[in-house]
């Protein structure tokens, strides 16, 4: 951030894990891409290819930027941590999905529109205002929680069935 507490602070390397490696306390020790920041930046504005960390498949992808130097005294508590971080999503397959579902609900033949929302396509969109919503208010877990219903349709990293929410079989 652009702020007066940081004036002595520069930041050293990227980090990303997926959700394969993450682990709540920070940057896992075996984050499958590290990249150091040679000199001392203050910003950087760089392209990481991250194909290598996708090719099986969509990940959600968790973007620390580490941080060295010393804050000033008067920096607020909270943000003299030592790394940021930020989840990463690509929407096109969930947006592929969404389209798939979508056609579903409009293939019935009615024309004045007394079909009922289909359920599967209802849940869907609610999961990805969900994921959207968790997202921009840094609720990781839950952002998590919401791109395993959308991307590995109800089930965690290692094929378990995920409990819906909302207490249903969504």
Same mark, same amino acid.
């Given at each position: 951030m652009?702020?007066? @507490?940081?004036?002595?602070?520069y930041?050293?390397?990227?980090?990303?894990?997926?959700?394969?490696?993450?682990?709540?306390?920070?940057?896992?020790?075996?984050?499958?891409?590290?990249?150091?920041?040679?000199?001392?930046?203050k910003?950087?504005?760089?392209?990481?290819?991250?194909?290598?960390?996708?090719?099986?498949?969509?990940?959600?992808?968790f973007?620390?930027i580490?941080?060295? =130097?010393?804050?000033?005294?008067?920096?607020p508590?909270?943000?003299d941590?030592?790394n940021?971080?930020?989840?990463?999503?690509? @929407? =096109?397959?969930?947006?592929?999905?969404?389209?798939?579902?979508?056609?579903?609900?409009?293939?019935?033949?009615?024309?004045d529109g007394?079909?009922?929302?289909?359920?599967?396509?209802a849940?869907?969109?609610?999961?990805?205002?969900?994921?959207?919503?968790?997202?921009e208010?840094?609720k990781?877990?839950?952002?998590?929680?919401? @791109?395993?219903?959308?991307?590995?349709?109800?089930?965690?990293?290692n094929?378990?069935?995920l409990?819906?929410?909302?207490?249903?079989?969504?």
């Amino acid at each position: 951030m652009s702020l007066s @507490y940081y004036d002595n602070v520069y930041i050293t390397s990227i980090i990303i894990d997926t959700e394969d490696t993450v682990c709540e306390s920070g940057p896992s020790s075996n984050a499958p891409l590290r990249q150091k920041i040679s000199g001392k930046p203050k910003y950087i504005d760089t392209t990481i290819d991250v194909s290598a960390l996708v090719e099986k498949g969509p990940k959600m992808l968790f973007v620390y930027i580490e941080c060295d =130097g010393v804050p000033a005294s008067t920096t607020p508590c909270g943000l003299d941590n030592q790394n940021s971080m930020h989840a990463v999503v690509d @929407y =096109g397959p969930i947006y592929e999905t969404a389209l798939k579902l979508a056609q579903c609900t409009s293939k019935c033949g009615c024309s004045d529109g007394s079909c009922e929302i289909d359920v599967v396509f209802a849940n869907f969109a609610l999961q990805y205002f969900r994921l959207k919503a968790c997202l921009e208010n840094e609720k990781w877990s839950d952002a998590y929680d919401a @791109y395993c219903f959308l991307m590995k349709r109800g089930n965690d990293k290692n094929g378990q069935t995920l409990k819906a929410p909302c207490s249903c079989n969504g």
